[in-house]
T-cell receptor
Framework: GAVVSQHPSRVICKSGTSVKIECRSL??????MFWYRQFPKQSLMLMAT?????????EQGVEKDKFLINHASLTLSTLTVTSAHPEDSSFYIC??????????????FGDGTRLSIL | AQKVTQAQTEISVVEKEDVTLDCVYE???????LFWYKQPPSGELVFLIR??????QNEISGRYSWNFQKSTSSFNFTITASQVVDSAVYFC??????????????FGKGTSLLVTP
């Protein structure tokens, strides 16, 4: 159990395009989902915390108008990179925590989305 | 400030050697959780272990073992008799009660392990 599906797995698009990435919890409900970004050979850095039914909480330095997060249901959070530029090229990975579980439980990660902006 | 430090950026060993990946963390909480994740070249994160701050018992799972030393704020990971399939980037992570809302994970920078035949 505890499967998180992330789609698409890879995106290559032109500069200026907006890209939507979906993160779904397939067999559990997730009140909280997290979006991380990982540049090549770097660690995973938290971008934002997505809460079902409310606004996302963004980390310092992450532009909320550029990285739009929507968490409309207990099983789906989306990250939209608006007007993407080459510097946005990165590996984006989401994770989800089961509803009712706290910080001591492992987060379940999607397989990531490799975004390449030409 | 970096809360999780993995000082070893890259390690290369020959198959069947034992290898230890170091992890040092920093927190003011008395209750916290530590994790290890494996990231193979394909990119997905594979959960390996979770340890709470009150349990300092070492843990062994097959060829994997973990040594948690609260006194030195370390949570080291040892692979015994390494295999080529162990080649991956390994991340140590910290989850704190007093952290940001939702308790996201603070990851170390990762250690890239290469096991050669």
């Amino acid at each position: 159990g505890a499967v998180v599906s992330q789609h698409p797995s890879r995106v290559i698009c032109k500069s200026g395009t907006s890209v939507k990435i979906e993160c779904r919890s397939l067999d559990f409900q997730a009140t909280t989902m997290f979006w991380y970004r990982q540049f090549p050979k770097q660690s995973l850095m938290l971008m934002a915390t997505s809460n079902e039914g409310s606004k996302a909480t963004y980390e310092q330095g992450v532009e909320k108008d550029k990285f739009l997060i929507n968490h409309a249901s207990l099983t789906l959070s989306t990250l939209t990179v608006t007007s993407a530029h080459p510097e946005d090229s990165s590996f984006y990975i989401c994770s989800a925590r089961k509803a009712g579980q706290g910080y001591n439980q492992p987060q379940h990660f999607g397989d990531g989305t490799r975004l390449s902006i030409l | 400030a970096q809360k999780v430090t993995q000082a070893q950026t890259e390690i290369s060993v020959v198959e069947k050697e034992d290898v230890t990946l170091d992890c040092v963390y920093e927190t003011r909480d008395t209750t916290y959780y530590l994790f290890w994740y494996k990231q193979p070249p394909s990119g997905e994160l594979v959960f390996l272990i979770r340890r709470n701050s009150f349990d300092e018992q070492n843990e062994i799972s097959g060829r994997y073992s973990w040594n948690f030393q609260k006194s030195t704020s370390s949570f080291n990971f040892t692979i015994t008799a390494s295999q080529v399939v162990d080649s991956a980037v390994y991340f140590c992570a910290l989850s704190e009660m007093s952290g940001n809302s939702g308790y996201a994970l603070n990851f170390g920078k990762g250690t890239s392990l290469l096991v050669t035949p």
